[in-house]
């Protein structure tokens, strides 16, 4: 037996040496962007604390301005989409991207590591200006003209290193994520300047810029801006990540390349037109409205063509969803995805928007897309591509079921209790109870929110820790011990 | 492509589903440049249409109740968008939010060309409703009711969720807010406004009270006092008669409709602590933690005397104030708050409160309750103003003109006949008066702001547009 120990204990240097070096791909900025966004994460998780503990007791961090719920919401949403969703969807491009088209990393990993560094200071600046009362006073397009410019020079700079990357690729045709991961940059740049008006300046510095001179353009601009951030940028990506996922997780090829033709390309022309479904009831043009309205059905063929495609894919491979963290993840926020499409089409039409138009629903909603569906797929994804990048296995695999869980059973909560408090609100309103005559009906639905929401916190907080120990200690030395340890408990008695 | 026959390429694709013949790569190759560029013609063919077509198209015309904002409601304005206030109060109202049987409550739809002029962008149209729509939202409210509220919500309305602003604006900054959200609903707007300024400038002269301190300044000051010293109220007039005429007559004398139980006075109490012990305190004696802000100060309720004999203070009194407020005091609507019959309770219950019902835990029983009694100059008061004859005095024919419906808002209590002098016995008032006041102030205040805007350089319509006069839109 102890000649046993002794001849296994000798073996762990150079495998884990051997282990560190077995992937050709640098991932160098795919590291910095994906930690990146798992700090950010937390931070904005933070801020909506911040905002449902302000439901509950609006006083409780009375006296700070910089925490009043006025600013920590332009913040939180920011934070949201800008820092935690697109850094993480970078890290994700720059780590799948060279893989898909065979080039030993991106065309310049430096530049990857420059931007990412760039985006951090450029969204801490942005962010301290929202906190501090600078703002433009648009809905998602909030952050001041000169963060504005500088956002969209990064990206069109990271956009400069996707192309690059392609045009050297080994792998001549090019993969559906592929697609996403070229159109899907362009298509927000585009959005992104022209939504913030970023040719108006206006005063820099002092009162709000980036704006139409007329109001109803200007919201007409604003909402097609703002919708076209998820449905140009972060739902074409969580495509892109899930046809990457699952065929990658499951070894499976993907089903149909007909039906992810159709995915992409009506995504492009029925995205895009969609944004006035956020003032169906404001006195801007019918006919806009009617496209919007439309446009917000026919985006289901894009939706069911994809969500074929996945289910076809995933066809015979359903043991590994239980089995597999990653894939469970992509699975579930693939599940949210759905639902949130089918949410969104009805939402969008005239007779359930008077309804729940400016209530909690559409909170629930956006939660839904950017949490439920956009959030989780993100979890995932660091999840597989931690230990994929840094060569050795994650620290705590239950500390991944516990983020899966805490975040799922967190999210759910949350979803079901806003959409409860929305449809609350919605039937008072249309008896004629006015607004404030609600606020003390919604009252456990905040605080029940509130409680769903630290568990999301604490499910971010999770990852850090994960991510953090995985990165920090040798575990691939630890999964050696206990496996020699296992291999030792049930090995056979030495031959005498 | 003998390959693609096989079901597998050179690259180790992956095989072709059942039944294909041939590879789809051969007839839909999607190459980088077509996803590129294709994506963006594709995008920008849709924005063509759904963004480009509306702003160079859509361009409807000021309406008639538009009216631009004055320099210092732009700074307020921009206070407003940068501090994300429009997340929680949206800036438009929806045919579905008009209802015209509830007081108050928005009264009137957006139209296209309330949004004209350059003074309203960007947007503030908003997304959710946590708060109120402020678009209708001008002179509901006087500016001291407003600073009390932004400098802690909760003074004034106890259930309110809304962040304190007392930590985010200087003084100069919370008054041009103020002026921002008196002057952003048009002209109909600043007609109640003006109705309110005119309101206020009579009750401070009636009652002898300072003009309210500015600002925060109120939240470190000691509450007003009245200068009696220079009121004296004609001989032959009721001291009380100013305060009746914002009084619809046909209150002056209704008894309380509910009897006096235990039920009653104690859903009374319930309201009373939800709703008014901001202003009206938790001793109800007018000194809550609003009450610093306030000219005239709130009313104190714990007076015996008062509570039975005193003047004007009958139970419709009290119900019309709390269902319509006291336009020029910060005493403001509970109409679209409160139902018919809480309203009563609150008053039935009012009059318990000199005997000390809102002391912890003393429930208020019938035997708290204070009957009321009128004197006897009230009584002959009445009797001279409330002409039974041909209904005459409840006759209530609207005027064409938008100023003397606002004086009937403002002074229910005033039949066009009607003419008194204020407790100084000197000023005048009338329905007439009252009206040219409240003309004076609006066109005042609109051709401040109209001459703001040409000094900002900004687009105005033609002339005749300030000439439109205003409306009074919801009921009255």
């Known amino acids: 037996m102890a000649d046993a120990s002794g001849s296994v204990a000798e073996a762990p240097a150079p495998l884990t040496a051997r282990a560190q070096r077995a992937s050709p791909f640098p991932d160098a900025a795919a590291r910095h962007w994906i930690l990146s966004s798992i700090i950010w994460l937390t ?49 994700a491009l720059f780590y799948m991207l060279p893989r898909l088209v065979g080039t030993r990393g991106m065309w310049s990993e430096r530049l990857g590591i420059v931007c990412a560094w760039a985006w951090n200071l450029m969204y801490l600046l942005g962010i301290i200006g929202l906190l501090t009362g600078h703002s433009q006073g648009r809905e998602y397009g909030e952050l001041i003209w000169p963060i504005d410019v500088a956002l969209l020079v990064i990206w069109c700079l990271n956009i400069v290193n996707i192309l690059a990357t392609v045009s050297i690729r080994t792998i001549r045709p090019i993969y559906v994520s592929v697609w996403f991961f070229i159109a899907s940059p362009l298509w927000l740049a585009a959005d992104y300047a022209i939504g913030n008006v970023i040719w108006h300046p206006g005063h820099v510095w002092g009162a709000p810029s980036g704006a139409l001179d007329a109001s109803l353009s200007d919201a007409i601009l604003n909402w097609w801006y703002a919708h076209n951030l998820f449905g140009l940028w972060l739902t074409p990506m ?170 799922t059973v967190g999210f759910t909560g949350f979803f079901s209790v806003l959409t409860l408090a929305g449809f609350q609100q919605g039937f008072s309103w249309q008896d004629g109870i006015p607004e404030v005559n609600v ?53 056979p008695p030495p031959v005498a | 492509m003998g390959t693609a026959a096989s079901g597998r390429d050179g690259n180790g694709a992956p095989p072709l589903p059942r039944g294909w013949v041939r590879h789809p790569r051969e007839r839909m190759l999607i190459t980088p440049f077509v996803a590129g560029l294709g994506g963006l013609v594709a995008f920008f063919v849709v924005v063509a249409i759904v963004v480009w077509l509306p702003i160079h198209t859509f361009d409807p015309p000021p ?50 060309g309330d949004f004209w002029g350059s003074d309203q962008s960007p947007n503030l149209l908003g997304t959710e409703r946590t708060g109120p729509d402020l678009s209708q939202e001008s002179g509901w409210h006087p500016d001291d009711w407003q600073r009390a509220h932004f400098y802690d919500p909760r003074f004034v309305d106890p259930m309110s969720l809304m962040p304190d602003m007392k930590s985010l604006f200087s003084n ?105 012990v901001g202003c009206h305190g938790l001793k109800g004696d007018g000194k809550g933690p609003a009450a610093s802000f306030m000219s005239p100060p709130p009313a104190d309720f714990t007076d015996k005397d008062d509570a039975c004999c005193g003047g004007d203070t009958g139970p419709g009194d009290f119900y019309y104030r709390i269902l319509r407020g006291w336009p020029g005091t910060a005493m403001e609507n509970f109409g679209d708050r409160l139902s018919v019959d809480d309203i009563w309770r609150v008053v039935l219950f009012v009059k318990t409160i000199p005997n000390h019902t809102l002391n912890k835990n003393h429930l208020p029983t019938p035997g708290d309750y204070i009957v009321w ?57 009338s329905l007439q008066s009252a009206a040219a006041g409240i003309k004076a102030v609006f066109e005042d205040m609109l051709n401040r702001a109209w001459s703001d805007a040409r000094a900002r350089g900004e687009k105005l319509p033609p002339e005749v547009m300030k000439e439109i006069p205003p409306t009074v839109p919801g009921q009255q």
């Open chain 1, 43 to 91: 931070i904005v998780d933070l801020f909506g604390l911040v905002l449902a503990t302000e439901f509950v007791t609006p006083e409780a961090f009375g006296g700070i301005s910089w925490l009043s719920f006025s600013r920590i919401r332009p913040s939180h949403v920011n934070g949201v989409i800008l820092a935690w969703l697109t850094m993480m969807y970078f890290g």
């Open chain 1, 238 to 407: 969580l495509l892109a990540l899930t046809y990457y996922i699952v065929p990658r997780v499951t070894n499976t090829p993907l089903y149909s390349y007909t039906l992810s033709l159709i995915s992409f390309w009506g995504m492009a022309f029925f995205y895009t037109g969609v944004g006035d479904h956020h003032i169906l009831q404001s006195p801007t043009p019918s006919w806009l409205k009617t496209i919007a309205e439309v446009s917000s059905w026919m985006l289901l063929v894009p939706v069911f063509a994809f969500t074929i495609n996945i289910l076809g894919t995933m066809k015979g491979n359903w043991d590994r969803f239980f089995t597999n963290l990653p894939l469970r993840f992509t699975m579930t926020a693939f599940f949210f995805y759905f639902l949130v499409n089918i949410q969104g089409a009805f939402e969008a039409i005239q007779p359930f928007n008077k309804l729940t138009h400016f209530t909690n629903f559409v909170v629930a909603h956006a939660h839904l897309a950017l949490l439920g569906a956009f959030t989780i797929l993100g979890m995932g994804v660091i999840d597989y591509m931690i230990p994929q990048i840094f060569g050795k296995p994650l620290w705590s695999r239950s500390l991944s079921e516990w983020m899966y869980w805490l975040v």
């Open chain 1, 439 to 491: 606020l003390n009906q919604l009252h456990a639905y905040y605080i029940a929110r509130g409680i769903f929401g630290a568990m999301i916190v604490l499910s971010g907080i999770v990852q850090i820790v994960n991510v953090g120990m995985t990165i920090f200690t040798d575990t691939a030395e630890r999964r050696r011990r206990e496996t020699f340890r296992v291999a030792e408990a049930v090995a």
């Open chain 2, 63 to 112: 309406s008639a109740d538009w009216a631009p904002l004055s320099s210092v409601a732009v700074k307020g304005r921009n206070l407003f968008a940068q501090n994300g206030c429009y997340v929680c109060h949206s800036g438009y109202t929806r045919p579905q939010d008009v209802r015209q049987a509830l007081y108050f409550l928005y009264p009137k739809v957006s139209q296209p």
């Open chain 2, 172 to 276: 100069t900054q919370v008054d041009q807010l103020i002026s921002y959200v008196e002057q952003r609903s048009g002209k109909s707007g600043l007609l109640r406004y003006a109705g309110q300024l005119y309101a206020k400038h009579v009750v401070l002269v009636n009652q002898g009270f300072p003009q309210p301190y500015t600002g925060f300044q109120g939240a470190h000051k000691p509450i007003v006092k009245a200068n009696e010293k220079g009121l004296k109220p004609p001989s032959a007039q009721l001291e009380e008669a100013p305060n009746l005429s914002q009084i619809d007559r046909s209150y002056w004398l209704s008894g309380n409709p509910l009897p006096v139980t235990t039920e009653n006075l104690n859903r009374g109490k319930e309201v009373f602590l939800q709703r008014c």
């Open chain 2, 373 to 429: 009694q009128p004197t006897k100059e009230l009584l002959a008061w009445v009797k001279t103003h409330q002409k039974l004859a041909n209904n005459v005095s409840f006759d209530k024919k609207q005027s064409q003109d938008p100023f003397v419906q606002e004086a009937m808002r403002v002074f229910p209590g005033l039949a066009p006949g009607d003419s008194m002098k204020l407790n100084d016995g000197k000023t005048e008032l």
